[in-house]
Each structure stands twice: as structure tokens, then as C-alpha cells.
């Protein structure tokens, strides 16, 4: 799933590349992840043209100049590509875009699951998923006191709490491992059992984790171009279980419940 560096290093990509650019025609080839009736989705693209991309909690917002915007939550497999027409198209391209500087914006997504709405004069109120998004965590409003305040309201496992978007926006399964990692805590621990020292180190370790991040994916994206699966080569624990821990040296430890990995060393996190 893209999280926050890969979403944010996408932004930077299309920022580069999109703004002017007029969308000729809108193909819809599986019409099941466009959450708008699709005669709406291609009547208010076809024609408009792209203003600044910008992002909030884990949706791409594409503006566009008729004052609406493109709204894409890919969920865990969409992913978003940037070609030429005579590109062969992947299996389960959902819709294209064909823009008047000869690429064509395309969107596949392997299980379906993404979320894409037109978001009428970014009336963002009216999106669901939008009304609960918390800070976002590289922002100046996410402050370690604000943090702190709001982590109080959350009593369950420190993992999943931390990727609960009502806290702090953008974070999803590998870097809560490696945001967990950084600061030496489990990820079973309870939040309520946590220290104030580990909740200090927690909030350090969102902003150094996802900024460093965000810095290395970027940069590949701009060199390599927009991956199919995400850059997570600088990952430490997440998806590393067996292999020596940075850190110690011990294995690292790999347990999957309800499809979801979680990675972390049983030495430096406790
Ligand atoms: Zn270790």
C-alpha cells in the first residue's frame, strides 16, 4: 500500500509533469473503483485541465482548472502510471487519460480496491474518508504536544494505533514496522502500558522515519520512474523477518495475522 513517502514522492512527480496539461479523452475500461457514476467521471474530465497535485492523508488530489478536483485513494494495489499511448497497457487498467502532451495518465489497481472520486469545487466535506483524517505527520500542526494530547484517546496495540488515520494521517503497515523499529518499541505493546520516554521517542521516530523516507523515494521515482510495487528497499525490519536486525545482529521476527505482516526485532523493541 502506498503510504505517505511513496504518495508524497507521486504528488512531486505529477507537479513536474501535469499542471496545463489538458485531458483529450477519458477511457473507463473497469468502472468499479470510480465511486462517481462514470458518465460524471468522463464529462468532468474530458476537456478540463490539470492544476497543482496535492495530497492529504493517503489520496492523490489531482485539481483541475474547472475548480473540481480527481480524488484517488489506491487503497492497497493501484498504482498510477505516466506513458505513451503506444505503451502496452496492464491487465486491470481501470481508466486512461489522454492528455494533450502526448502521454496518458493510466490507473491499474490488481485487486479493485482503490477509491477514485470527482470531488465537486473541493468540497472535500462530502468525502467520508476525508472527515476524520488527523495531522498529517511532517506538517508543523503535528506537534510532539498535540501528539501526545491525542494518543491518550487510544488504548489498543501501539501498532495499529499509529496507523489510525484519526491520529496522524498516511501511515499504513510497513512504516508503522519501521517508525515501532526506530523508537525500540513492540508492536504489541498497549498504548496504555507505554511510558512517557517511549511516547516522546514514538513521536521523533514518525517524523525521522517518514521525512528520510520520503527523501530516498522521491528521488527514486524521479530517476527510476513510478514503480509497480512500492521503492521499500531502505526498509529495515518490515518484510526482513530471518535476516539480522541493523541494529543487534538477532533475527528479526515476521508474524502475519489478518494479512498483515509485522516485522520487528524481539531484541531492541520491547
Ligand atoms: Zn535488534
Same mark, same amino acid.
Given at each position: 500500500m502506498p503510504e505517505l513517502p511513496d504518495l508524497e514522492a507521486y504528488r512531486a512527480f505529477f507537479n513536474r509533469r501535469i499542471p496545463d496539461v489538458a485531458i483529450n479523452e477519458v477511457t473507463v475500461r473497469?468502472?468499479?473503483?470510480?465511486?462517481?457514476p462514470k458518465d460524471d467521471f468522463i464529462s468532468t474530465l474530458t476537456g478540463n485541465v490539470f492544476g497543482e497535485v496535492e495530497r492529504r492523508g493517503k489520496f492523490i488530489l489531482f485539481s483541475l482548472r474547472s475548480g473540481d478536483y480527481l480524488a484517488i485513494?489506491?487503497?492497497l494495489t493501484g498504482r498510477l502510471q505516466y506513458r505513451q499511448p503506444q505503451e502496452k497497457r496492464r491487465p486491470k487498467t481501470c481508466f486512461v487519460l489522454a492528455l494533450n502532451n502526448g502521454h496518458e495518465l493510466r490507473y491499474f489497481d490488481e485487486r479493485r480496491m482503490g477509491k477514485i472520486y470527482i470531488v465537486k469545487q473541493g468540497d472535500?466535506?462530502?468525502?467520508s474518508l476525508f472527515a476524520d483524517l488527523g495531522p498529517e505527520?511532517?506538517?508543523?500542526?503535528?506537534t510532539e504536544e498535540a501528539f501526545r494530547e491525542h494518543l491518550r484517546h487510544f488504548r489498543g496495540q501501539i501498532k495499529s494505533v499509529i496507523r489510525t488515520d484519526s491520529l @496522524?494521517?498516511?501511515? =499504513?503497515n510497513a512504516y508503522a514496522d519501521e517508525i515501532l523499529f526506530a523508537a525500540g518499541?513492540?508492536?504489541?505493546?498497549?498504548?496504555?502500558?507505554?511510558p512517557p520516554e517511549a511516547e516522546v521517542r514514538l513521536y521523533q521516530a514518525i517524523r525521522s522515519v517518514l521525512g528520510e523516507a520520503a527523501a530516498i523515494v522521491a528521488d527514486r521515482v524521479e530517476n527510476e520512474g513510478l514503480p509497480v510495487d512500492e521503492y521499500?528497499?531502505?526498509?529495515? @525490519?518490515?518484510?526482513? =523477518?530471518g535476516q539480522p536486525c541493523p541494529k543487534c545482529g538477532s533475527p528479526i521476527t515476521e508474524i502475519t495475522s489478518n494479512q498483515r505482516i509485522t516485522s520487528f526485532c524481539r531484541h531492541c523493541q520491547k
Amino acid at each position: 500500500m502506498p503510504e505517505l513517502p511513496d504518495l508524497e514522492a507521486y504528488r512531486a512527480f505529477f507537479n513536474r509533469r501535469i499542471p496545463d496539461v489538458a485531458i483529450n479523452e477519458v477511457t473507463v475500461r473497469i468502472p468499479i473503483v470510480v465511486r462517481v457514476p462514470k458518465d460524471d467521471f468522463i464529462s468532468t474530465l474530458t476537456g478540463n485541465v490539470f492544476g497543482e497535485v496535492e495530497r492529504r492523508g493517503k489520496f492523490i488530489l489531482f485539481s483541475l482548472r474547472s475548480g473540481d478536483y480527481l480524488a484517488i485513494h489506491p487503497m492497497l494495489t493501484g498504482r498510477l502510471q505516466y506513458r505513451q499511448p503506444q505503451e502496452k497497457r496492464r491487465p486491470k487498467t481501470c481508466f486512461v487519460l489522454a492528455l494533450n502532451n502526448g502521454h496518458e495518465l493510466r490507473y491499474f489497481d490488481e485487486r479493485r480496491m482503490g477509491k477514485i472520486y470527482i470531488v465537486k469545487q473541493g468540497d472535500f466535506a462530502s468525502l467520508s474518508l476525508f472527515a476524520d483524517l488527523g495531522p498529517e505527520p511532517l506538517s508543523d500542526e503535528f506537534t510532539e504536544e498535540a501528539f501526545r494530547e491525542h494518543l491518550r484517546h487510544f488504548r489498543g496495540q501501539i501498532k495499529s494505533v499509529i496507523r489510525t488515520d484519526s491520529l @496522524v494521517a498516511a501511515i =499504513g503497515n510497513a512504516y508503522a514496522d519501521e517508525i515501532l523499529f526506530a523508537a525500540g518499541i513492540h508492536p504489541y505493546r498497549k498504548r496504555i502500558e507505554l511510558p512517557p520516554e517511549a511516547e516522546v521517542r514514538l513521536y521523533q521516530a514518525i517524523r525521522s522515519v517518514l521525512g528520510e523516507a520520503a527523501a530516498i523515494v522521491a528521488d527514486r521515482v524521479e530517476n527510476e520512474g513510478l514503480p509497480v510495487d512500492e521503492y521499500r528497499d531502505h526498509l529495515k @525490519v518490515h518484510r526482513r =523477518g530471518g535476516q539480522p536486525c541493523p541494529k543487534c545482529g538477532s533475527p528479526i521476527t515476521e508474524i502475519t495475522s489478518n494479512q498483515r505482516i509485522t516485522s520487528f526485532c524481539r531484541h531492541c523493541q520491547k
